[in-house]
């Protein structure tokens, strides 16, 4: 059991995250985690710059505390 375990850990963590952008809204697909933060963190930031004023974490997968991090870095660059 911990093998099939393991296997669907590593599964999970090559999810690749990226954000779909519609309008004043962007969505995060995948996990919202540390492996992926840097990557979302700039996109985000670029929809928010172009626009975005929505975040919609409905398809978020997983998250841990680095998704918090993002968050707060999104709406800092909302109010710049």
Known sequence: ???DQ???????RRQQAMIE????RFTVVGPMVIASATGLKTAGESAIASGARF????????ADSAAVAM??????AAQE
């Open 1 to 3: 059991h911990l093998a």
């Open 71 to 76: 968050l707060l870095a999104w709406v800092r």
């Open 55 to 62: 975040v919609d974490l409905a398809r978020v997968t997983e």
């Open 6 to 12: 393991e296997r669907w850990w590593r599964g999970r």
């Open 21 to 24: 952008r519609a309008g004043d």
